[in-house]
Structure formats: C-alpha cells, structure tokens
C-alpha cells in the first residue's frame, strides 16, 4: 500500500507539487483568522482580597489582617486554596476556587465574606478590598515611583500624582483593566494588570 502510494507520487510529480502548493497557500489564507492566545490563561479561578495598611511591619501585617482575612475565607462554597502575601504596609490575600466555578459566582462570595472578614481587623488598621476581575496571570507590570531628596516632593504628593496622573494616563491603554495603587507612606507602588 505504501510502496504504490510512493510510486504514484514519483509518477505525478507535477499534480503533488500543485497539491502542496494549493495547501501552503489555504494555510496562508487561515493562519491569520485563527483565535489563537500568544499566552493562554491556564490559572484557576481566583479572586484577590487587598488591604491597605500603612505604617505596620510585614509581620504585623500578616498577623492582624492576613490570618484574619484568611481564616474567614475557608468556609466558602469551592474553596481549594487560600494563600497571602503581606508586605510592609500591604496584604494581599488570595482566594483559589474549584476549577469551573463561575467567576462571577466566586467574587460575590468573597464580596460577602469580606464583611465578617472587615470585624476580625482591629478598627483603624485597614479596610479589605476585593481586587479588579483579572487572572493569575493579569499582573503584568509594577512600578514605584520615586523623587529626588532635593525636590521637596513627599510620599503623599507622589501617590496624588500617580492617582490624577500616571493611573489615569495607563487605563485607556488597550488590555489594562485596572491600576492598583499602595503606598504613600514610603514610596507608591503600583501595577497594572491587563484583561
């Protein structure tokens, strides 16, 4: 069978040069119509708990709002995971749902959570935050923003310049879904997630 197969294309030499050629242009044709992603989004469904919190250390972070915030979560409907990242001044918890929970479903659980997770936080350290419907992979850039010593530029006026300014000069860039800001206490901090 595949001794006559290579002996009729020996043979037809001008017909097989015609078919494959027919065929590299067919494919010339498709390639730019398929719905292919350069990066495809292979994470969970998660959604991102943030909290404020200047002046206190990491460790304190962790203890007065991470582990609260964590511990109020775990008795969701779906829950997998639940994991934090505390740094000076900032808690970010995140909340991993069962593969096929609807996004939407799972934001609104944590959007109702956050309440009891809101009376666990000692009064005046920081108020959590659901973050903005991006992916795990949605973090794609972070930024400080910084002035010289001689400038006479503080932390507050460097995040009201970032807030008035660089946010709203990011978020009509095609992608960018949102701009979150922390800081100001030391140094501003940011970073823009993309859809």
Not at 4 to 18: F, Y
Not at 66 to 72: A, D, G, I, K, Q
Request: without cysteine; negative net charge; hydrophobic residues 45%.
């Amino acid at each position: 069978m595949l001794f006559t197969l290579i002996q009729q294309a020996v043979r037809n030499r001008l017909l097989l040069l015609l078919a494959l050629f027919a065929l590299l242009i067919a494919g010339g044709i498709v390639v730019p119509t398929l719905n292919l992603d350069a990066f495809p989004d292979v994470s969970n469904v998660q959604v991102t708990v943030n909290t404020e919190a200047e002046g206190l250390a990491a460790e304190e972070v962790e203890k007065l709002i991470s582990y609260p915030v964590e511990s109020s979560m775990y008795s969701l409907p779906d829950v997998t995971e639940v994991r934090s990242l505390s740094r000076t001044g900032l808690s970010v918890v995140t909340v991993v749902f069962a593969e096929g929970t609807d996004i939407y479903f799972a934001r609104q659980q944590v959007f109702e959570q956050l309440a009891t997770a809101k009376t666990l936080i000692p009064q005046g350290l920081g108020t959590p935050e659901i973050g903005p419907n991006t992916s795990g992979l949605g973090q794609v850039y972070q930024y400080v923003l910084r002035a010289t010593p001689e400038s006479g530029v503080d932390a507050a006026q460097l995040r009201s310049l970032n807030d008035y300014l660089v946010k709203l000069l990011l978020m009509p860039v095609a992608g960018v879904t949102d701009v979150l800001s922390f800081g100001g206490g030391s140094s501003p901090v940011s970073s823009a997630g993309r859809s």
